[in-house]
C-alpha cells in the first residue's frame, strides 16, 4: 500500500479568484486539490484558515496562499506571476511557475489592508518590496499557527505603477490576470508532489 501525504489546500481571498482556481483544478482532476475563500481582509484570511486547518480532513495540509497583487518593481506586467520569498518552498514553487512558462519574480510580499495606490505604492516599493496584497501575511501567519510544515505564497499581478486598476485598461489587465491564475493550478500541483509528498 502507497504512503499518503498531506492534502494541498489552495487559499485565495476573492469570489473571482475561485472560480479561476477551481477551473483550473477541473482541468487537473485526477489530482486533489481543496480551493478555500477566505474573503477579503487580513481578519478574513486568518480566521477561515485557522477555522479550515482545524476540519480533520484538511489537517496537516500543505498551504499554498494564492489570489491577484499589485506589482511595485519597475518592469512588472500584469500576468506575471510573484512568489514569497521564504527559503526551500519559494525555490520549488518559482521552478515548477517557470518550467510551466509563467514570468516569475521571488521577492518580498508586503502586506496593506487596503487597495495601495499612487505614492502608498512607491513607499512600499522604496522597501524592497516587489507586490503588495492584503492577506498572503495573516493567511501564512494563521498556517503557521496551526502547524503548517510546508506553506508557500504565489500571486498574479493584476496593477502595476503603469497599469493601475482605476485607469483604462483595467478590464484587460483583470482578465489577463484571471487566465494565468487558472493556468497555475498544474505548477501547483507539481510543487506539491515534489516538494511535499514523501513517496516522490
Do not use: N, Y
Given at each position: 500500500m502507497g504512503r499518503t501525504g498531506p492534502p494541498l489546500l489552495v487559499v485565495c481571498a476573492l469570489r473571482i479568484e475561485k472560480v479561476a482556481l477551481r477551473r483550473g483544478a477541473a482541468r487537473n482532476a485526477a489530482e486533489k486539490v481543496t480551493?478555500?475563500?477566505?474573503?477579503?481582509?487580513?481578519?478574513?484570511?486568518?480566521?477561515?484558515?485557522?477555522?479550515?486547518?482545524?476540519?480533520p480532513e484538511l489537517r496537516g495540509s500543505a498551504v499554498l496562499t494564492t489570489g491577484f497583487c499589485a506589482g511595485l518593481a519597475p518592469g512588472m506586467r500584469p500576468g506575471d506571476v510573484v512568489v514569497a520569498e521564504?527559503?526551500?518552498?519559494?525555490?520549488?514553487?518559482?521552478?515548477?511557475?517557470?518550467?510551466?512558462?509563467?514570468?516569475?519574480?521571488?521577492?518580498?510580499?508586503?502586506?496593506?489592508?487596503?487597495?495601495?495606490?499612487?505614492?502608498?505604492?512607491?513607499?512600499?516599493a522604496a522597501t524592497g518590496a516587489i507586490a503588495v496584497d492584503m492577506e498572503s501575511a495573516a493567511m501564512r501567519r494563521a498556517a503557521l499557527a496551526e502547524g503548517t510544515r510546508h506553506i508557500a505564497a504565489a500571486r498574479v499581478v493584476v496593477d502595476t505603477p503603469e497599469f493601475e486598476l482605476v485607469r483604462v485598461g483595467t478590464l484587460r489587465t483583470g482578465i489577463i490576470a484571471f487566465r494565468v491564475l487558472r493556468d497555475l493550478v498544474p505548477a501547483f500541483l507539481d510543487w506539491h508532489r515534489t516538494t511535499v509528498l514523501p513517496w516522490r
Open positions: 480551493v478555500l475563500r477566505t474573503g477579503m481582509g487580513p481578519t478574513a484570511a486568518d480566521r477561515v484558515v485557522r477555522e479550515a486547518l482545524h476540519q521564504d527559503g526551500h518552498e519559494s525555490e520549488a514553487l518559482a521552478a515548477a511557475l517557470k518550467a510551466a512558462g509563467h514570468t516569475v519574480h521571488t521577492g518580498t510580499l508586503a502586506e496593506s489592508d487596503h487597495v495601495v495606490r499612487g505614492a502608498e505604492r512607491t513607499a512600499l
